[in-house]
């Protein structure tokens, strides 16, 4: 593997540091397919640095409103399960 291939591939460990998300958090939302897939080289799994960057870029950040209509609703769905 030349030295910019594996500049460009990263492990499991460097995921969860650019992420912050734990291991079995990245690998749920692979299952779900909500997070780039890793390839698997020999018995490792690597991930495409940019591709890992890209996801988190996307990532919209929530407005006031969208924070405030899921509040409400997290409130109204404890209130129905208390009744």
Do not use: C
Request: aromatic share 8%.
């Amino acid at each position: 593997m030349t030295q910019q291939v594996k500049s460009e591939l990263i492990n499991i460990k460097s995921v969860m540091e650019i992420t912050t998300f734990s291991r079995n958090t990245v690998y749920k939302l692979i299952g779900k397919g909500e997070f780039p897939r890793q390839s698997k080289v020999g018995a490792g799994s690597y991930w495409k640095r940019k591709e890992v960057e890209q996801w988190l870029n996307d990532l919209a950040p929530a407005t006031d409103e969208q924070v405030q209509l899921a509040a409400e609703q997290a409130a109204n769905a404890a209130r129905k399960k208390t009744h």
